[in-house]
């Protein structure tokens, strides 16, 4: 039962990602060109997203444990530092130059969406691992991975 939740939340997302076109890098880059042919519908995505995130960080903050029991780990750090600005930008930079995300290119990838999402993966685990050989541990304790 303990993964059975978290793999049909897995699903959930990967199918939501694949309907609203997420795994699409030239929608991605549409929604990010302002200055030209502007496609907002991804916003609309992001809105739902939120709305959904919203309820539940809500139930976390009065309820700090999963359906199954397990506790939810709430970040203890508030503030916006450097390496908060640092790691936004390169994600941002990331996902405009590539027009994926990890969730998307992960679900690109298994799906056979070409060779991109497969590249763009190899990229985001090098930088995973250079970020865990250089920094090892973090303020919070021993770094479990970008989440």
Known sequence: MALVVPAVAGLIFAIGLGISG???????IAFLDVAGAWDPSLAFVMAGAIGVHFVFARRALVRPVTLTGAPIALP???GIDGRLL???????VGWGAAG???GPALVSAVGGRGPTALVFLGAMLAGMLLVLRGLGTTRRGPWHGPC
Not at 22 to 28: A, E, F, I, L, R
Not at 86 to 92: D, E, I, P, T, V
């Open 76 to 78: 203890t750090k508030l």
């Open 100 to 102: 994926f995300c990890p």
């Open 22 to 28: 997420m795994t699409d890098p030239g929608k991605v």
């Open 86 to 92: 640092l790691g936004s930008a390169l994600f941002g």
